[in-house]
């Protein structure tokens, strides 16, 4: 995507498509608009503000969180409750009491290093906080209890019919298959009735790599907790058993489920319920594939992990970089459309979208106490040309463009404060 300052005026192609679509406002994959779908953006009619940088802005509230999310978070609170009384007795069964409360602490560290990752990723425009409470919950108890109650019958009708031995099926498919539709399930409840913060891959990858991070803490607490009460030599077992999920594996389930994730989020992007459905479907089968591999490791774990894992684990590090790139790309070019129709002036659309401009904004507003006003400004442009986009991309359009109201007056308002 060529990142020049669009030319002032992009024209609506209309119907006799008499006027093409402006390049540089159609990437060729992420944000890629149909031409018939293509509008200006609204005009500033009070002509174009002042520069606002430095800004001195007043506090801004949190975000308003729609009735939809509120009840979603709600839901799956009473999930989580819910299967609380399946997973809990069958860890303690398991594990002992201390077995629980080792494993639970030991499970601390490499949940840690997810969730870090998830937030470095997420860092250009965040997901809500009780979104990503929701994820964490489904994926540490509720596709737990959903992975329990299916096993049993997916033994019974997939075990006989496989021709392989219990253990061997046990291992390479049915967990890969029930684990993942389990896991994955989350991600569809998300996208079905969040869809307005299940925008595209980086979200995708987000929510998926929440969920996952919460299903390997509760199976680490599991592995780590039996290599306590099962052990004649608790301490070697345990730094053993460590050692190869808390060390060598912290990201295996998180990079199954993200190829779900990522596949989903592309769909979203096109804004069809069937099409986000279908994709679900497509996602599990990389996502299972990937994890029946993992667990088909055997004699030759080492050179299986150096040669096939770890390729996959810097191929996943590459395509999170060049999605976050592509956000970045996509945020700049969509807040330049604002700014050619005199919303923004162009210094500000650098200080608002790109990684240097940010720094530098939050480092002054720090400076002098509003490195939070700061923030909210910063997120309230990111979250307008997320909205814009999904205006582009022909998605529920009455309702963004309301949205897109919203938020343009919501800048104003810290606009019109910050320069008096």
Do not use: C
């Not at 992009?10 to 006799?16: F, I, K, M």
């Not at 329990?148 to 033994?155: A, D």
């Not at 301490?235 to 596949?263: E, K, N, Q, W, Y």
């Amino acid at each position: 995507m060529t990142t020049n300052e669009p030319r002032h005026g992009h024209e609506h192609p209309g119907a006799s498509g008499e006027r093409p679509l402006p390049q540089q406002a159609n990437p060729t994959w992420l944000g890629h608009v149909q031409p018939a779908d293509y509008r200006r953006a609204p005009a500033n009619s009070r002509g174009q503000f002042e520069p606002a940088f430095p800004p001195v802005l007043p506090a801004v509230a949190g975000g308003r969180r729609s009735a939809g999310v509120l009840g979603l978070v709600l839901a799956g609170g009473f999930l989580a409750f819910i299967s609380l009384f399946l997973v809990l007795p069958f860890l303690l069964e398991r594990t002992g009491i201390s077995g629980f409360v080792i494993g639970f602490i030991a499970s601390l560290i490499p949940l840690g290093t997810v969730l870090l990752t998830v937030r470095f990723i997420d860092r250009w425009e965040p997901e809500p906080k009780p979104l990503l409470l929701f994820a964490f919950a489904w994926g540490a108890v509720v596709s737990i209890a959903v992975t329990m109650l299916i096993q049993p019958y997916f033994s019974l009708v997939a075990g006989p019919a496989s021709g392989l031995d219990y253990t061997t099926f046990a291992v390479t498919v049915q967990a890969p298959v029930v684990e993942e539709f389990a896991k994955s399930l989350g991600l569809l409840v998300l996208l079905l009735f969040a869809p307005r913060h299940f925008n595209g891959p980086v979200d995708g990858v987000v929510f998926a790599f929440t969920i996952a991070a919460g299903f390997a803490f509760t199976e680490n607490i599991l592995y780590f907790g039996r290599a306590i009460a099962e052990s004649s030599d608790p301490g070697t077992d345990l730094a053993v058993v460590f050692f190869l999920r808390g060390v060598m594996s912290p990201f295996a389930h998180a990079i199954f489920t993200g190829t779900t994730g990522l596949i989903m989020g592309l769909a979203a992007t096109r804004g069809r319920t069937g099409l986000s459905v279908l994709a679900f479907v497509v996602g599990l089968v990389p996502a299972m594939l990937l994890h029946s591999g993992w667990n088909s490791m055997g004699q030759d774990f080492l050179a299986q992990y150096l040669l096939v894992q770890v390729p996959i684990f810097v191929l996943a590090v590459l395509v999170i970089v060049l999605l976050r790139v592509a956000e970045r790309r996509l945020t700049r070019q969509r807040l330049m459309e604002y700014a050619a129709a005199g919303w923004f002036t162009t210094a500000e659309v650098e200080m608002l979208a790109t990684a240097a401009g940010r720094r530098s904004a939050l480092r002054w507003a720090k400076s002098v106490g509003r490195g939070a006003q700061m923030r909210s400004l910063l997120d309230a442009a990111t979250q307008l040309a997320f909205t814009r986009q999904r205006i582009l991309s022909g998605r529920d359009v009455p309702a963004h463009q309301r949205d897109e109201q919203h938020q343009l007056a919501e800048i104003a308002a810290l606009r019109a404060a910050a320069v008096g």
